[in-house]
């Protein structure tokens, strides 16, 4: 059944000239039938690259979104309408908007993962792949507001010694694990080398070895002589993690002795059945209107500007 189901979806995808992009939470069936898989700076690339005439974008909500404002001629699908995002959820408009107008002298850097509208609010779009280094970029005195993730915001006052001002948002995935039990598994596992999210909070931020973005912990464990690695993110990336070093031992960070895994409520929503469905009724479709559409696009461009000139992406 399940290898006729990824025949389907390799024979639409070449008849309806699609091309699927996958993120690194994505179950491995769907990120072995993805044309491209990556981190949410990769697959915003890809997304403006592709000549194809249908993105299938296997991620959540805010990620179809942007690869939308990149190809608004383009149809963009996601296979669950419902598969959003706490952090993105956790930053309304009108709340972050009341926010921003109190401090009218600072410029916005927004994290990718926030809806459409917030992205019309924001000045320059960051991505955990790429925030430190636009961060850095900028002039010392420069004020800057940090939306919607407090921690990656906080990852980067702590690196940077600056002084950004923090939305209060979160990944709920992230925001579970704890430095107290981090440190308990580190105890446990005294060879293991902990790679973290920075949508973990500072407190285990601080005592990982590489903290970085999918992309990053996947080129970090790939380069890395030690063997065995405790892993602070979602549990999608053990897929590639392992088929990448079979020789090397994965252990994922839980919050407690019963969590078996961290799991993306949202990523998680996917199905392989979801994605022939998408395919096949060429649902459920981005939509959003041209003013959105055109101010969104504005703070990516200056993000990819960025990465291009500092060397991050081609
Ligand atoms: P990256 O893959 O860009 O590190 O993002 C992680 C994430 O939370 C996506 O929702
Ligand atoms: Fe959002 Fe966190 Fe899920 Fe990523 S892992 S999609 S940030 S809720």
Do not use: W
Not at 17 to 26: F, P, R, S, T, V
Not at 47 to 58: D, V
Not at 90 to 117: G, R, T
């Amino acid at each position: 059944m399940d290898k006729d189901i990824k025949q389907q979806i390799i024979e639409l995808k070449q008849e309806k000239e699609a091309i699927i992009l996958g993120h690194y939470y994505q179950i491995p069936e769907i990120q072995d039938i993805s044309d491209f898989v990556g981190d949410s700076l990769n697959l915003a690339q890809k997304a403006m690259e592709t000549n194809k005439k249908i993105i299938l974008f296997c991620g959540v909500h805010f990620m179809g979104e942007t690869a939308k404002i990149l190809n608004p001629d383009k149809k963009v699908l996601i296979p669950d309408m419902n598969a959003g995002c706490s952090l993105a959820d956790s930053c309304k408009y009108d709340e972050f908007k009341k926010f921003k107008s109190l401090y009218p002298d600072h410029i916005v850097i927004s994290y990718i993962n926030c809806s459409a509208e917030i992205k019309t609010l924001s000045d320059i779009i960051c991505t955990s792949g790429n925030a430190l280094q636009i961060v850095n970029s900028l002039p010392k005195d420069q004020k800057i507001i940090f939306a919607p993730d407090k921690n990656l915001g906080g990852y980067i006052n702590r690196m940077t010694g600056r002084n950004m001002v923090l939305y209060n948002g979160s990944c709920e995935v992230h925001e579970l694990l704890t430095a107290e039990y981090t440190l308990k598994m580190k105890k446990q596992h005294p060879d293991a080398v902990l790679i973290a999210h920075p949508e973990c909070n500072d407190a285990i931020s601080s005592i990982a070895d590489y903290v970085g973005s999918t992309q990053g912990m996947i080129k970090y464990v790939k380069e890395s002589n030690n063997k065995k690695f405790l892993v602070a993110t979602e549990t999608g990336i053990l897929h590639k993690l392992k088929s990448d070093n079979p020789d090397k031992e994965f252990i994922i960070v839980t919050n407690d002795d019963s969590c078996a895994c961290n799991d993306c409520r949202h990523m998680k929503l996917n199905t392989m059945e979801k994605v022939l469905n998408s395919l096949k009724n060429e649902e459920y479709e981005i939509k959003l209107d041209n003013e959105t559409i055109l101010s969104a696009k504005k703070p990516i461009e200056k993000m990819m500007e960025i990465s291009k000139k500092l060397g991050i992406i081609k």
